[in-house]
Each structure stands twice: as C-alpha cells, then as structure tokens.
C-alpha cells in the first residue's frame, strides 16, 4: 500500500529592501547620525520639526519617510515618500522606499507602479525586480513573478531568497523539478535558514527523491522542532527508504499535534500495518473515517486488515458500506466477495462476482474465483462454462485445466480427468495441486505406482503441501 501522499506547504520568505539617502544640510546630518546611533525616536523628531520647516526639501522627506518605515510606521511614511518621490522621481533609492511602504499596507498597484518605474530607470535594479516577484506572487501572478525572480537572479544568480520565492513559484505552476532546483540552491546557500531545508526537503519527496529529501528534512527538523510539515514529509520520505519505524515514530508525533487530519491517520494506519501492529491500523483506520467517512482508500484498507485478523465478519460490514458509497467501484464489490467468501458465504459472493465480470468480462481473475465457486457448490455446468471462457483466453490457463479437470473426475470421467490435470501439469509443471489431483485420478484407474510418483513429484516442490502428504502416506501404508 503506498502512502497517500501528504498535502505540503511551501514558504516563501518575503523581504522588502530600503534604503537611505543624504542631504547636506546640517541639521539633517544630525538627525542622520541620531538614527545611525540606533536613536529612532529622537531623529524622527527631528525629521519632523525639519519638515515644517522645510516642507519641500526632497531629502528631508525621503529621511522622514525612511525613518517612520524603519519604526513600522509605513502608513506615515507614505505621505512624505510620495512628496519626495514628486520632487526626485528618477531617485532609486527613494523609489524603492516608497514601493516598499505601499507593500507594507498591501497597496500592491501602487507599488508595483513604482518599482516598474524604478526598473525602467536601472533596468539591473535587483530590489525593484525582487520585490516586482514578491507582488506579482502575492497576487496569484505566478508567471510574472518567475520572469521578476529570473531578471534578479541574472543580477544575483545564488540570491538565497530569491531562489527560495522562485521554487514557491514554480510549485504554485506544478513545474516541481525546477522548484526543487531552486530550493535545493537556497538551502545549500543559507543552512541557517531551516524553512530552506524544508521547502527543499519537501520539494525532493513531491519528486520521489526520499534519499536526497531526508538530510535537508533532518536539517529543518532540528530547525523547526515540531513542525508538522516537516515531520509528514520525514515520515514520507523515511517510509519510502525502508526506515519504517523512523517513519512511525515521526507520525505519531504529528498526530498529537494534528488530530483531526484525515490523511494523517490514513498514513499512520498504514504503517502500522507494515509493523504488524495491524489491530492499531485498524483503530487508525477509523479514526481517519470519523473525520473523512468517504475515503474509499481508508474504508479498504480498514476492511483488509480486518481481513488480515480473520475479522471477516467485520470486513464484511465495512466492504458493505463501500459498496453501497461507490456502487461503480468493482474494487469494493470484489473486497466484499472475499469477505463472503472467507465465511463461507458462496452464494453472496457469486453474486458479487458475477456482477463484476458483466463489467470486466476480461477481468480473468475474477472469472476463475468465480468458476471455483460454482464448482464448490455443485453448479458443475456453470463452472465449465466459466473454465472454458478462460481457456478461450489463454489457451495455457492451467487452473483452468485442472477446474475442468475436477468436474471430469466428480463425473466420474476418469480418463478425461487424467488429460485435464495431466495437460495443467504441462502447462505449469509447479502447479502441484494438479499432481495431487492426477494421483488421486490414477489411483481410480489402478495406476497406483504411478499415483505414488506424482505425490513424490508434488512434495519435491512443495515439501508442505499437506494433502499431497495425507495421499501418498494412505497410498504407502495401504499395500500393493
């Protein structure tokens, strides 16, 4: 059973940059130093009282913008950015102060304005074109986002933040190789940044690639101890490279901390399974039902470990259900023809069977569990009909034999018997249950020496074959 696959978050870290300019003025130069200093309240007052007094002085206003933004104040940095930027619209700098205040109230066209202006002034401006990727990403653009993100990569090609949006990008897209390229470079660049780790890490599981997943995963981990991201994809990755109980260990952490995701549980159960912890998978199983009841996957395997137990009578139940939720799946019905089966229940699961074969006339297995039972419960005409139907599909169908086989010899048609099961045998010289039964015929027709070698025969491939044993000791012991 494959585990289903986890749903998995990537972050994007967003970083707006600011800048600061210069006036020669002396008082600007001292609240410059103030804010050098580590003094914000205090230049900010100066700044203030300087654009009283000097209301149209582009540098005042740049500073006083600046240093409202650097406080977190970007709704007041605004007014002063705009009317700076009126008197100084090709500065850069005050541009990219500006766009970022916008992006700090979420006025995302206005900001996109400016640092389009900004680009086109310094088209090789990497703060305009990074922070042009952030909006446009922001905005669901995923398109034009990649093409920002690319332009300030040609800038700064091993950019750790930008290579980091860019793979969120690229998921948002489903390109998940190119995404995990980008995650992978970031990671590699900033190992003291784990949310890199686990958007690589979890970049690399969505791909397949559990071996490589694991060290940035491991990475995060210690990073980010308890998130429940990192931990499913651990738990993926681990169960994908055999490290099973690794794998157990990381979800059982994660269900504590998420106790009502369905998948979670789902994933759990499997793994319990794998364990031999079966009765826990089944108690997983549930509990994954409870909060998403119309998981086909959930409510199968739920049933087949219930199986696995010997529980059929409760399997029967849950593929009951299945069945009458997914009334087009030949899965559910087939699940619960098993279960009536394994009770004995021939009629119920002919039933079953012949429903599903009227879809799938091609489905062959289906067809021979249902011949079996016909032949179990006496119907002799119609398991020959089925028997024949797959002979008819493979000429070489050496079950099919041997069935025909067993019905010649219930007839008390020996010598055909002996043709079916001798011509299974040569179909499937393994297939020792038609030793077994061409034995039993030879002795009907008083070739017991022979009957003997072929009980020899069968043990030789199946030492723990328990009826071909039982035969060849009553044939032994009852003389010649």
């Known amino acids: 059973m494959l585990l ?3 749903v998995l978050v990537l972050a994007a870290i967003c970083v707006v940059a600011v800048s600061q300019a210069q006036t020669p003025t002396e008082r600007l130069q001292e609240a410059i130093a103030l804010y050098k200093a580590e003094k914000l309240p205090e230049s900010l007052g100066l700044l203030q009282g300087l654009a009283k007094e000097f209301p149209q002085d582009p540098d005042v206003l740049q500073w006083l913008g600046f240093v409202h933004l650097k406080m977190g104040n970007p709704t007041e940095a605004i007014p002063p950015l705009e009317k700076a930027a009126e008197l100084l619209p090709k500065n850069i700098e005050l541009l990219n102060n500006l766009g970022g205040a916008y992006m700090a109230v979420e006025q995302y066209d206005k900001a996109l304005r400016v640092y389009g202006d900004a680009v086109t002034l310094q088209p090789r401006f990497f703060d305009g074109w990074y922070n042009i990727g952030i909006i446009r990403q922001k905005q669901g653009q995923n398109d034009s986002a990649i093409e920002a993100y690319t332009k300030a990569l040609i800038i700064r090609p091993d950019e750790p933040f930008t290579l980091n949006n860019l793979g969120a990008a690229y998921t948002s897209k489903g390109m998940h190789e190119k995404a995990a390229e980008c995650f992978v470079k970031a990671a590699n660049q900033r190992r003291d940044k ?4 686990k958007n690589a890490g979890l970049a690399l599981v969505r791909l397949g690639k559990a071996a490589e ?8 981990e210690k990073g980010l101890p ?4 990192t931990l499913a994809g651990l738990a993926q990755a681990y169960s994908a490279t055999g490290k099973t109980d690794r794998a157990l260990q990381m979800l059982e952490q994660v269900v504590k901390s998420v106790p009502n995701d369905a998948t979670l549980w789902y994933n759990l159960g499997v793994l319990q399974g794998k364990v031999g912890r079966v009765a826990d998978s089944i108690q997983s199983y549930r509990r994954s039902l409870e909060i998403l009841p119309t998981d086909q996957d959930c409510m199968t395997n739920l049933g087949l470990a219930h199986m696995q137990l010997g529980e059929f009578i409760e399997a029967e139940s849950v593929f009951n259900r299945a069945v009458d939720l997914f009334p087009g ?4 019905k087939l699940n619960l023809a098993a279960a009536y089966s394994k009770q004995g229940k021939y009629a119920e699961a002919i039933a079953m069977w012949k429903i599903v074969i009227r879809s799938y006339p091609a489905r062959h297995d289906v067809r021979l569990s249902l011949a079996n039972a016909l032949y179990l419960t006496g119907d002799n005409e119609g398991a020959a009909y089925h028997y024949r139907q797959l002979l008819l599909g493979n000429p070489k169908h050496f079950e099919a034999m041997n069935g025909l086989g067993l019905i010649d010899y219930r007839a008390n048609r020996m010598t055909d018997a002996e043709k079916r099961f001798r011509d299974a045998i040569s179909a499937n010289p393994k297939f020792v249950q038609a030793y077994n039964n061409l034995a039993v015929t030879l002795e009907r027709l008083n070739k017991k020496e022979e009957a003997i070698r072929m009980l020899k025969k069968a043990l030789e491939i199946d030492p723990t074959y328990g009826e071909a044993r039982k035969n060849l000791e009553r044939l032994q012991s009852s003389g010649r």
């Open 4 to 6: 289903k696959k986890v």
């Open 213 to 220: 997943a694991i060290p940035h995963l491991e990475a995060a």
């Open 194 to 197: 784990p949310v890199f780790a």
């Open 226 to 229: 308890g998130d429940v991201d």
């Open 329 to 332: 799946s030949a899965e559910a």
